[in-house]
């Protein structure tokens, strides 16, 4: 069923039975000082402004059945897949492989690549790892998405002009909507946020859609409301069984 969502710059019809939550890169390097965000000299703090929206869509999801994917950015602990370019930026002490307080910076199995405790994934929700900044490149997404018949992705997560935005714009190329969800999204620059969020709803959607977690929550809502009921088993039924 199909389902009005309050967007800019115009409302979007949604199926959530197409759709999946795509959780970008809600890790401790990026969110808790001392991680690869706090290396590049960033104020991790104005990340958290996006953890309860985000774990509100979370559970939202869950309890709608709708696919949830998260992502996480890092490397190889050889470093292997990490272009040279990637690593060489920064003071020579802080770099993608140094050591930190939370494990070596943006390496997978170290405890800052992990996803923030508030929206840990369950078992059963794919995690995609990836090297770059898109969560197609280099990765499974693709293949994981269609083969679910999945058509939409509401998206969450940080940075809003870094990753989500890469993201975005991989997705929209194959063919994928994107509704991303403005409030679960945060950057270390406010202001690259507010235009990040400007810039894929402009020129009618060039990239996709902006709106709220509210709004896609009250849209759930209705849609689940408006499902046909179960059909209820007559007493007759129930007596024979
Ligand atoms: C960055 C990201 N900002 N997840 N990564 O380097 O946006």
Known sequence: ?????????????????????????????????????????????????????????????????????????GHRPDLSDAPKTKIERGAPERRIGVAGPMGRILVRGEAGHGIIADL????????IDKPGKGAFYQTDLELLLRNRGIDTLLIAGVTTEVCVHSTVREANDRGFRCLVLGDACASYHPEFHEVGLRMIAAQGAIFGWVTTTEAVLAALSDSQAARPAAPVETVAEVESA
């Open 1 to 73: 069923m199909q389902c009005q969502v309050p967007a800019q710059p115009e409302p979007l019809a949604v199926d959530f039975r197409r759709s999946a939550l795509l959780i970008i890169d809600m890790q401790r390097d990026f969110l808790e000082p001392h991680g690869f965000g706090a290396a590049l000299g960033n104020d991790v703090s104005l990340l958290g402004r996006a953890v309860a929206p985000c774990k509100a869509m979370l559970e939202g999801a869950r309890a709608a059945g709708i696919l949830v994917l998260h992502t996480r950015e």
């Open 120 to 127: 840990q994934p369950l078992p059963s929700e794919p995690v």
